[in-house]
């Protein structure tokens, strides 16, 4: 392990804040405290990890879900924003997925398919890394990882389907 | 058969096909940009690892708590020692002993003090009389004694408490005795020289006179 350097966390964060906000964003409704943190307790550690993006997304799911566990009473008393995603997607004008959609869709899945496909697409995991973090065999992250793929291209289907014919025409 | 398996691989492999293009919509969506500001965050980073950099950081995380558990430690064997000691040998008297014991001063000085005053001890006398006696307020010498030097306050109060004021000597012949005539006396065998020179001349000097 060598030393953290500010450009290497400069980097980090540059690459990895906003995908992990959104994969702590499966758990609590404000993501940021968590992901900050975690960066923070990377350079207060001092030493690069084996696998820096991993480590991060392992203490991030665990902040997360501490914070979850934490305001789950809190959560309950209050009115929560129904109709509306906590997954935030955008997309560009090429796109055929509509974000919205494909947000809902993916806060569809079970919490063990999502945040894999959330790490493996959104934060450029391994299946080793997503292994480490997820305390699971890398082949059972890929069987998970198609498992949710397979289910999302049957909840979004017919805008799937649609979409790709009006790109293609 | 071969139909099915050639449709089935037909359909896994359009499968896999769509599949990869999902995947690749997918990526094409953007999570939102992070609400982190990162000027602040890396402002908070650099100083996160100043933090961690500073000397003797460990040091004055446990020196408080090290300091506070060293004095508790050192509370705790000094009760333990205060409360375990033994007792002092010129402890007062428990007075309802000490108005038992007291029928007159003089009957009571002669039965605390045997030596001076010829008489011996009972032979039934049992351990705790012994104790009693260990314990027991000066002899009435001592007393004296302790009275003319002005030394050893709580066993002259011990005495006093045992046997009342009244039972206090005379301090007339200690006087006598005291330290204050004694400093008058030739110490040394030059002073005795001297004083026995002064002496004779003295005796020298009055039988000039008287002749």
């Known amino acids: ?52 993006a991993a480590w991060l997304y392992r203490v991030v799911r665990n902040g997360a879900i501490s914070a979850a566990r934490r305001d789950a009473r809190r959560q309950r008393n209050e009115q929560t924003a129904i ?13 055929p997925l509509d974000a919205e959609l494909a947000a809902r869709a993916l806060e569809a899945l079970p919490g063990e398919k999502r945040e894999v496909v959330v790490a493996r697409i959104w934060g450029g995991l391994t299946f080793e890394e997503i292994a480490e973090f997820a305390d699971i065999s890398s082949s059972e992250a890929h069987r998970r990882y198609e498992a949710a793929l397979a289910v999302l291209r049957k909840s979004l289907g017919v805008t799937w389907l649609t979409k790709t014919a009006a790109t293609k025409r | 058969m071969v139909d099915e398996n050639s449709s089935h691989q037909e359909i896994s492999g359009e499968e896999i096909e769509d599949r990869s293009e999902l995947e690749r919509a997918l990526a094409l969506l953007k999570p939102s940009a992070s609400s982190i500001d990162r000027d602040s965050f890396l402002f908070l980073a650099g100083r996160a690892s100043v933090e961690t950099v500073r000397p003797g950081g460990q040091f004055r995380q446990w020196m408080w708590p ?36 007291q029928v007159t001063p003089g009957v009571s000085v002669a039965t605390a003090e045997p030596s001076s005053a010829g008489e011996t001890q009972p032979a039934s006398s049992t351990a705790t009389q012994d104790q009693e006696l260990a314990l027991a307020p000066p002899s009435r010498d001592e007393a004296a004694r302790e009275l003319a030097s002005g030394t050893n306050y709580p066993r002259l109060r011990s005495y006093v408490l045992a046997y009342g004021v009244n039972a206090l000597p005379d301090p007339a012949p200690i006087r006598a005795q005291s330290p204050d005539s004694l400093r008058d006396e030739p110490r040394t065998q030059r002073e005795l020289l001297r004083a026995l020179l002064q002496d004779r001349a003295a005796v020298k000097t009055s039988t000039h006179s008287a002749g």
């Open chain 1, 1 to 52: 392990m060598s030393r953290i350097s500010p450009e290497l966390i400069a980097r980090l964060f540059d690459r990895h804040a906003a995908a992990l906000e959104l994969f702590a964003a499966q758990w609590i409704p404000a993501p940021a405290d968590v992901v900050q943190e975690a960066f923070l307790k990377l350079v207060r550690q001092g030493r690069v990890p084996d696998r820096p």
């Open chain 1, 83 to 95: 109709g509306l995603s906590r997954l935030r997607l955008e997309a560009d004008g090429e796109n």
């Open chain 2, 66 to 101: 090290a300091a506070t558990l060293l004095s508790s430690l050192a509370a705790v064997v000094l009760s333990v020692i205060l409360v375990t000691r033994p007792q002092p040998a010129a402890a007062p008297v428990d007075m309802r002993t000490a108005k038992a014991t």
